[in-house]
């Protein structure tokens, strides 16, 4: 059964740090590119922060320079380090692993976690 369970959200302060942790099971991790993305009440997912098998990465231009993503393939495991958060970050967050099995015919395997609330508020 693969399972990915986030950990690591919670209330902090403008200006404060959270590390969101996502841990997976039952999938080969390394083979994964993994997501972070994130959801305000009212609002559409987008897509926060990106780190491929390579670990390549990419992010959204509004955390570029507070938020950190990076993965830990012995422990299959990823973390979003976020440093400097502003109220408007304040948002579930959800992890996803996303992994391209075949081209032709195009077959992917995609799993999502249940997500992490943060709250950044005063």
């Known amino acids: 059964q693969v399972q990915l369970v986030e950990s690591g959200g919670g209330l902090v302060q403008p200006g404060g740090s959270l590390r969101l942790s996502c841990a997976a099971s039952?999938?080969?991790?390394?083979?994964?590119?993994i997501y972070w993305y994130r959801q305000a009440p009212g609002k559409r997912r987008e897509l926060v922060a990106t780190i491929t098998t390579g670990a390549d990465t990419n992010y959204l231009n509004s955390v570029k320079g507070r938020f950190t993503i990076s993965r830990d393939n012995d422990k299959n495991t990823t973390f979003l380090q976020m440093n400097n958060l502003k109220p408007e970050d304040t948002a579930v967050y959800y992890c996803n692993a996303d992994r391209i099995v075949s081209v032709l015919p195009l077959r992917r395997l995609e799993y999502w976690g249940q997500g992490t609330q943060v709250t950044v508020s005063s």
């Open positions: 039952g999938i080969s991790f390394s083979m994964y590119d």
